[in-house]
């Protein structure tokens, strides 16, 4: 048996005092869960170095450039995409504006609104940043599985997401 963790004492916890319960389900989000967050710190240190960027303000710049030229979306499709409050699009947005790093102008078909556009600087620096968060990623993936495995490990997730959404 591979080694216990954290997520395993609070499966035996549960079981040592409930022990009608099937924990599986907790057994597997919680390390979901745990995995997420790990990551999430490790991807943040990685981005650290491009302009002190942090995940969200990447994904804001990942957003506008995996849409293409030019680089160009409305604020509500960015808080479409990364399902974040308007609000705190805004705070993103104006830190990146003050970076360099996009640009907000009016939108040509609805006087009311605003399109988000990518600069130069911002498409460099996201080019950059998404290989070093990307080497992260690889190397916790390398360090435990197969790419076989990781593979299947994708599969999995993909289904178990499109059930759970």
């Known amino acids: 048996m591979e080694n216990h963790d954290a997520v395993d004492a609070i499966t035996d916890q549960w079981a040592r005092v409930r022990p009608d319960l099937d924990t599986l389900p907790m057994a597997v989000f919680g390390r979901i869960y745990r995995l997420a967050n790990a990551m999430r710190a490790k991807v943040d240190k990685a981005y650290a170095p491009y302009g002190g960027m942090s995940l969200g303000e990447f994904d804001v710049l ?5 849409s293409g030229e030019p680089y160009t979306l409305s604020p509500r499709e960015l808080t479409a995409t990364l399902m974040i409050t308007t609000g705190g699009m805004t705070g993103r947005l104006d ?5 360099g790093l996009i640009t907000r102008s ?10 988000v556009t990518l600069t130069e600087e911002g498409r460099e620096l996201v080019d950059q940043a998404v290989g070093a968060g990307l ?3 690889r190397a916790a993936l390398e360090a435990a599985l ?12 993909r289904r178990l997401l499109a059930t759970s959404a």
């Open 62 to 66: 990942a957003t506008l450039r995996r």
């Open 146 to 157: 197969t790419p076989e495995e990781a593979e299947q490990l994708a599969g999995l997730l």
């Open 95 to 99: 830190k990146l504006e003050r970076a």
């Open 135 to 137: 080497g992260q990623q």
């Open 106 to 115: 009016p939108d040509p078909n609805d006087r009311r609104g605003l399109r």
